[in-house]
T-cell receptor, first 114, second 116 residues
């Protein structure tokens, strides 16, 4: 069964600092990978996704993620964090088979301090 | 393009009462998902529809939860009777649902349910 681990429950960074959120997945074949962001009281918004091809994926709001098959990782990065990036971030792995099932991690809550 | 619509946004009920949530997906999206998100956790899939058929309801507590998607468009999720542990945000999502690939899911704002 597919699964996702986000080892950091809560991360605090200073505004302007760089950010890396960790994500490890378990899936038998080549996975579909996603990062979503959820602001308080809102639904989830897609930041970026990896299906195939270039392992460095660019997303919205200046985020990027790198797929590393050897490490089963898909870490999310941003070079300079803005206060508006404070939110909860979810990594997810999708089934490349027929039913498109997506499994989410438990999330990492990002706090940004001025 | 209109997004995924959900109603109500908030609901407070007492345990053993019943409640229903409604979801209208993005037009043309064949796949519709209902997720339960308990505070501090990631979304957990309850049920997945492809058009008006169920493809995965393995984590749906069928003794109290039910869902339908009439005519392959909008959907209703019902809880009867509710328990305290059902307090959560219920998220609806939809995707194109193309054969053999995992399309991006687009989420609605969710319904926050509080069971007292």
């Amino acid at each position: 069964a597919q699964s996702v681990t986000q080892p950091d429950i809560h991360i605090t960074v200073s505004e302007g600092a760089s950010l890396e959120l960790r994500c490890n997945y378990s899936y038998g074949a080549t996975p579909y990978l996603f990062w979503y962001v959820q602001s308080p009281g809102q639904g989830l918004q897609l930041l970026l996704k990896y299906f195939s091809g270039d392992t460095l994926v660019q997303g919205i709001k200046g985020f990027e993620a790198e797929f590393k098959r050897s490490q089963s990782s898909f870490n999310l990065r941003k070079p300079s964090v803005h206060w508006s990036d404070a939110a909860e971030y979810f990594c997810a792995v999708g089934d490349s088979g027929g039913y498109q099932k997506v499994t989410f991690g438990t999330g990492t809550k990002l706090q940004v301090i001025p | 393009e209109a997004g995924v619509a959900q109603s109500p946004r908030y609901k407070i009920i007492e345990k053993r009462q019943s409640v229903a949530f409604w979801c209208n997906p993005i037009s043309g999206h064949a796949t519709l998902y209902w997720y339960q998100q308990i505070l501090g956790q990631g979304p957990k899939l309850l049920i997945q529809f492809q058009n008006n058929g169920v493809v995965d309801d393995s984590q749906l507590p069928k003794d109290r939860f039910s869902a339908e998607r009439l005519k392959g468009v909008d959907s209703t999720l019902k809880i009867q009777p509710a328990k305290l542990e059902d307090s959560a945000v219920y998220l609806c999502a939809s995707s194109l649902g193309r054969q053999g690939r995992t399309d991006t899911q687009y989420f609605g704002p969710g319904t926050r349910l509080t069971v007292l």
